[in-house]
């Protein structure tokens, strides 16, 4: 039988944060990621999307106000009003950069340059399946497409990313080629995309640290979420290198849509807390969610990272009795963060007594702790008969306080506003520990 | 400049499925993983879940219909009627096998035994977090409740597990040491738990390859959806050589949930189709869902994999295209494995001439290539203006097509029913492509 140590709670003398950046990645970006926003481009993809002027602009300036460093904009040849969007947003001056997505096309990339953009997203299928489907060119043919069009976006001054599409399903030496001759003759970044939500982390890690040691500029991801990795995945690539992550808001977009701004953040700001907090104005999450949710008529996942309605709810008595304790706890996101607060649920049949006991001092009554336990049995017992709400836990307690405390109160002939008064070596009221 | 060969588009030779198992993982078990279906335990404990026992026995038999291998329970001693429905469940006679979910302590486990569960899952807290502030314990005593619990169970001829509580956040060499004991006097499995949703994938797939090395159990995994990874981390565990995986249906528990059922076949079929279709009955996946989320009164996210209202839905006119012509261009799960159906959205401004096409030829109309053009160009116009629905495009089609087939009817003198017939050398309706 083995033998433990005493439990000795020193601080960690290794690494500060134990979920910060893993020490063998020396090319990791997780401290030093950037965002390209795409709800205005994949998120118009999203089924229900149908975006006015009004709204793009309503948007884009939310994303630049919550810190975005790319805005990327839906081609301006997919329509006549959709160049004029993109005109438009170019000139309300916002810090974020404007990018537009286009085809690997000089015809798309004329109208492109013309249109007040920081830079062009360039985007050619790879796959054998895009070549034989869509586009029917074969690799010879891409590469010469896209030495055409990003000659002609550098001449313009702009910024040019080269990307292939439906990368995890190309052949790694056509991918590897195309990247190594888009690189030499200078992009500002290389994409790569699982345009279908096939690609699983550590397939994601390997891939973006082969690329790292074939090109030298950045590395931008872009994934689905076919297969819910999404979100994983674009943390998987920051580690193996890459620099930035196309992101859209509830992740809208083709299907059920790429890695979400909220959920990536959730996923960030335990690795990187002081990079993100600081970067990103994480308390007006909520807002932008809701503008887009409604911009698109959809409700907010119930089981939405942060923003969910039960993101911050803890209802397991033994949960509920160590997060009164200490939050940490059963937290690794701290809701107050994102302008959230934290709830316990009390009212149901796997309540504790020490989540009942907490309750017991915010009505500001006094039961020893004998009492709230017995208390606790009361209303597990009517938890079991049917859903409760705090009406009816607090009905019970209340009761149940009269009760233990009549006989006090016949006794000194007392009225029954002083009852609070009787037991006053409880504790005070621990509203604080619920908000902190 | 690079020189690319000619495309070649033979059959792989090396694997057969490129998003099969990595073959450097030899201890994956992604072809070979079983499911903790913990809907009426973790479940439980979502904000909403308020189950009645016929809710229960109604959820347990579909989830048994479904195939999971193990369903679990809320402990017997959470309450008199949580005692009572799992025994209630216990006598069903169902397939899976049944679990009730203990603290490590043998007055839980004294009642766990009497239910008629087939096995015990043992859970305590091993993190400072919880020894300092849950329950008070140290290692020492950890071990030792550890070791009286497990040999009780065993003394009853139940299978058990012993789990971590917050594993990611326990010191390693404690986990080493507790693990290693438990093993050594022999359990089923143990389990590994990321209680607060911190863990990340590669750090995921380094623990459960240590603790390999140690044990010779089965491990089982439970991956909470904070920092939106648990899928990810579900699967990257299985390659690390984890066994089994807790999911609950649309990932229900304590705050925003666990691994979902769901999203974790979307993510297994990718990767071990066979296996997958062979053992669970996806096709009911939609129904099963539907149970959970009415008797949770929540809605099925507009997002979620497979059953999410859009999961198969495709905008943009590249995807449609490319979809048209084969639909593994942009999806990499079918839906007519789940029941499902695809949907091209062709009503709004980013739609393009092919989709428009293969509507035409749904309406059994017959149209130019040229003309499939001009009438797409009319209705990406009125896109830019407003939202649009099917019958805005079909009227726009039809319209169109009255105009152009107008001169042929009045040289002929033909009535209009005969106009579907003027144009024969168009290829017949292609209705079976959308379904496929």
């Known amino acids: 039988m083995s033998d433990f140590q005493e439990v000795t709670e020193s601080t960690p003398k290794v690494q500060v944060n134990p979920y910060g950046p893993n020490p063998s990645d020396f090319l990791s970006n997780v401290q030093n990621f950037q965002l390209i926003e795409s709800t205005l481009r994949e998120g118009e993809q999203f089924a229900n999307a149908f975006f006015t002027t009004e709204k793009k602009i309503e948007i884009a300036k939310a994303l630049d106000d919550f810190g975005v460093d790319y805005i990327e904009l839906t081609s301006p040849v997919a329509s006549e009003q959709s160049k004029k969007d993109c005109e438009a947003i170019c000139k309300l001056g916002l810090k974020a950069k404007i990018l537009t997505h286009i085809r690997c096309h000089m015809d798309d ?20 399946f895009l070549r034989q489907y869509s586009h029917g060119k074969d690799m010879n043919y891409i590469s010469k497409a896209a030495i055409e069009v990003i000659e002609f976006v550098k001449s313009k001054g702009l910024e040019i990313r080269f990307s292939s599409e439906d990368s995890f399903r190309s052949d790694l030496v056509d991918l590897l080629n195309i990247y190594k001759t888009v690189d030499k003759i200078g992009v500002n970044r290389i994409g790569i995309a699982d345009t279908v939500g096939c690609a699983n982390p550590r397939q994601v890690y390997e891939l973006v640290r082969t690329l790292k040691s074939v090109v030298s500029c950045d590395i931008e991801c872009h994934f689905h979420n076919d297969t819910g990795c999404a979100i994983a995945n674009a943390y998987t690539a920051l580690e193996g290198g890459a620099r930035l992550i196309d992101v859209s808001v509830l992740g809208i977009g083709e299907r059920n849509g790429i890695t979400p701004l909220g959920g990536l953040m959730a996923r960030m700001i335990v690795a990187a807390p002081d990079y993100v907090k600081s970067k990103y104005k994480l308390h007006k999450l909520r807002d932008l969610e809701t503008l887009v949710a409604e911009a698109v008529e959809v409700n907010i996942p119930f089981n939405n990272p942060i923003t969910g309605f039960c993101a911050f709810t803890h209802k397991a008595g033994i949960h509920a009795k160590a997060i009164l304790a200490n939050p940490s706890t059963y937290e690794i996101l701290n809701p107050s963060d994102f302008g ?26 006094h039961l020893t702790d004998a009492q709230c336990k017995e208390v606790t049995a009361k209303i597990k017992k009517l938890g079991d008969i049917r859903p409760l709400n705090i009406d009816d836990v607090d009905s019970i307690i209340k009761d149940y306080h009269a009760e233990v405390s009549t006989p006090v109160i016949k006794s000194k002939k007392k009225s029954s506003d002083d009852v609070d008064e009787i037991d006053i070596s409880k504790p005070a009221a621990k509203k604080s520990k619920l908000s902190e």
Chains 1, 2 share one sequence.
Request: hydrophobic share 45%.
């Open 340 to 365: 959230m607060t934290r709830y316990i649920h009390f009212a149901n049949r796997l309540t504790g007594w020490n989540a009942i006991k907490s309750r017991v001092d915010q009505l500001n009554l």
């Open 109 to 128: 990339a004329r109208v492109a340059v013309e249109t007040g953009v920081d830079g062009v997203d360039v985007v050619i299928g790879t796959s054998k």
